[in-house]
T-cell receptor, first 114, second 116 residues
Framework: DAGVIQSPRHEVTEMGQEVTLRCKPISGHNSLFWYRQTMMRGLELLIYFNNNVPIDDSGMPEDRFSAKMPNASFSTLKIQPSEPRDSAVYFC????????????FGDGTRLSIL | AQSVTQLDSHVSVSEGTPVLLRCNYSSSYSPSLFWYVQHPNKGLQLLLKYTSAATLVKGINGFEAEFKKSETSFHLTKPSAHMSDAAEYFCVVSGTRIQGAQKLVFGQGTRLTINP
């Protein structure tokens, strides 16, 4: 079975550039989550969607970050303009409805902003 | 609100000896609890989950966890550590349902080191 697919796996870019991270959730999953992981702050939830609708974006650090889910099989996380402090590993996860359903994580995008 | 406390940030054991990773939770209702493992440069992988059925939950790779409501604990154990178990482990509780969706509340993680 295909798991959560994230692209790219690695991204290195200069500050000020726009960065777009992509996620394809597991088919049939209706909730999608974006996380950021750093050594200093650990794993942080940025935003999550249910049935393609953003539910809680309180974890988005600032207006430079935006996320969309145009359909059930695709989501993007965009940073514009990017800054060196945005360097982190960004994970996408998806799950089926139900509190006892686990989240399934992708392998992440390692982002480095120079 | 739900919360999770992992009592050890780092645990080191010898190969072949038992593993114990400790987790306490706080929840205003009967929780769903999970343990995830993260190997270097990888995403989080589900080890096991508790969902109010049996209190002793068996997971992958020989791991198991016991839900103890009276102690609000969900400790992860394995009888015999293997070198491949070296990783970061996260104890997780399900959060409040909002508009049909439920986020997870993560512990800070425990780094498990296996000595040869």
């Amino acid at each position: 079975d295909a798991g959560v697919i994230q692209s790219p796996r690695h991204e290195v870019t200069e500050m000020g550039q726009e960065v777009t991270l992509r996620c394809k959730p597991i088919s049939g999953h209706n909730s999608l989550f974006w996380y950021r992981q750093t050594m200093m702050r650990g794993l942080e939830l940025l935003i999550y969607f249910n049935n393609n609708v953003p539910i809680d974006d309180s974890g988005m650090p600032e207006d430079r970050f935006s996320a969309k889910m145009p359909n059930a099989s695709f989501s993007t996380l965009k940073i514009q303009p990017s800054e060196p402090r945005d360097s982190a590993v960004y994970f996408c996860a998806s799950k089926m409805t139900g509190g006892n359903q686990p989240q399934h994580f992708g392998d992440g995008t390692r982002l480095s902003i120079l | 609100a739900q919360s999770v406390t992992q009592l050890d940030s780092h645990v080191s054991v010898s190969e072949g000896t038992p593993v114990l990773l400790r987790c306490n939770y706080s929840s205003s209702y009967s929780p769903s609890l999970f343990w995830y493992v993260q190997h270097p440069n990888k995403g989080l992988q589900l080890l096991l989950k508790y969902t109010s059925a049996a209190t002793l939950v068996k997971g992958i790779n020989g791991f198991e966890a016991e839900f103890k409501k009276s102690e609000t604990s969900f400790h992860l154990t394995k009888p015999s550590a293997h070198m491949s178990d070296a990783a970061e482990y996260f104890c997780v509780v399900s959060g409040t349902r909002i508009q049909g969706a439920q986020k997870l509340v993560f512990g800070q993680g425990t780094r498990l080191t296996i000595n040869p």
